[in-house]
């Protein structure tokens, strides 16, 4: 597409919500999400969202964030805020305060660095 033919997207979430839910052996070197946990926090996320009329919300569960050590962990976009949600009770503040009423929850966050 040349720059003469720009054209504005529709936007189809406000926010999208990327939760990983990779499942490694409990041995593995690099730990996973889904052996953190990783599979109740998404049902939590998706019932929640459901629960509160955000229709305007994706939740997509995904494969590996790349930060394996550090699970579970979620990246909402377009804010591209990672979250670091470890009990049924993180995830619904993260509904309410961020994808509910767009506050950033500060003590969830997880400051990521690629080495």
Do not use: R, W
């Given at each position: 597409?040349?720059?003469?033919t720009e054209f504005e997207l529709p936007q189809l979430y406000r926010y999208h919500v990327f939760a990983?839910?990779?499942q490694r052996p409990p041995t593995h070197p690099h730990g996973s999400c889904g052996a953190s946990g990783a599979q109740a926090l998404s049902d939590r996320?998706?019932?929640?969202?459901e629960a509160q009329g955000l229709?305007?919300?994706?939740?997509?569960?995904a494969g590996c964030l790349g930060?394996?050590?550090a699970g579970?962990?979620?990246?909402?976009?377009?804010?591209?805020v990672w979250y670091r949600a470890t009990t049924p009770d993180d995830v619904d503040e993260i509904v309410m305060s961020h994808l509910k009423e767009g506050k950033r929850v500060d003590r969830l966050v997880m400051v990521l660095k690629r080495s």
């Open positions: 597409m040349s720059a003469e990983c839910h990779t996320m998706s019932k929640a969202i229709n305007d919300v994706g939740f997509t569960t930060f394996c050590n579970p962990l979620m990246v909402v976009y377009p804010d591209g």
